[in-house]
């Protein structure tokens, strides 16, 4: 069985920094790739970042570029999202998902998602 669980998430005031994790069971994160979406209050889901550890690339959204950075750990079967200089903008549910698309019908196993809110 497919799963995957996000923790981390939490309350952050405007420059600070958490990293969030995606724990993978039913699967190894280094055989496919993983990406973190997320959706603010209100709006839609926004691709944030995707790794392939097969070709060891990464990928990132102009909004986050240069202050997130995702990685993974194979012994764990963990990958993370480190954010920092982190944004009032960047208060979202955040969510991990396996696969790689601007099409989100093309994410075949999504997490429960965790609350990132950013605020003094």
């Known amino acids: 069985e497919v799963q995957l669980v996000e923790s981390g998430g939490g309350l952050v005031q405007p420059g600070g920094s958490l990293r969030l994790s995606c724990a993978a069971s039913?699967?190894?994160?280094?055989?496919?790739?993983v990406s973190w979406v997320r959706q603010a209050p209100g709006k839609g889901l926004e691709w944030v970042a995707s790794?392939?550890?097969?070709?060891?690339?990464?990928y990132y959204a102009d909004s986050v570029k240069g202050r997130f950075t995702i990685s993974s750990d194979t012994a764990k079967n963990t990958v993370f999202l480190q954010m920092n200089s982190l944004k009032s903008e960047d208060t979202a549910v955040y969510y991990c998902?396996?696969?790689?698309?601007?099409?989100?019908?093309?994410?075949?196993?999504w997490g429960q998602g965790t609350q990132v809110t950013v605020s003094s």
């Open positions: 039913g699967f190894t994160v280094d055989d496919y790739a």
């Open positions: 790794i392939y550890n097969h070709i060891s690339t990464t």
């Open positions: 998902a396996r696969g790689s698309s601007l099409r989100w019908i093309e994410y075949d196993y």
